[in-house]
Nanobody
């Protein structure tokens, strides 16, 4: 079992920055990948960024060059640094961890980007 908890959301003006954190606990030793997803009102959940155990990363086209995913293994934490935020980045951001084909989701953290 793996648990993930997101934090760091909030209200930010367009052009500003936020850093989200995803802390994993439980059986973290065999996590294959941790991803950040987001879901805007009335929209489907979409992948934002993902980092694998081998430190390979992948980003949605809409956030490339603005968002950076990274991790601190000592803290079992994955970060999502979000810069140059846009109104359309407003969403609930979820973290998930994949381990042996099972996916564990957090409850999300809300990001609101204001004009």
């Amino acid at each position: 079992q793996v648990q993930v908890v997101e934090s760091g959301g909030g209200l930010v003006q367009a052009g500003g920055s936020l850093r989200l954190s995803c802390v994993a606990s439980g059986s973290t030793n065999s996590i294959n990948a941790i991803g950040w997803y987001r879901q805007a009102p009335g929209q489907q959940r979409e992948l934002v960024a993902i980092i694998t155990r081998g430190d390979n990363t992948n980003y949605a086209d809409s956030v490339k060059g603005r968002f950076t995913i990274s991790r601190d293994n000592a803290r079992n934490t994955v970060y999502l640094q979000m810069n140059s935020l846009k109104l359309e980045d407003t969403a609930v951001y979820y973290c998930n961890a994949e381990r042996y084909g099972l996916v564990y989701w957090g409850k999300g953290t809300l990001v609101i980007v204001s004009p």
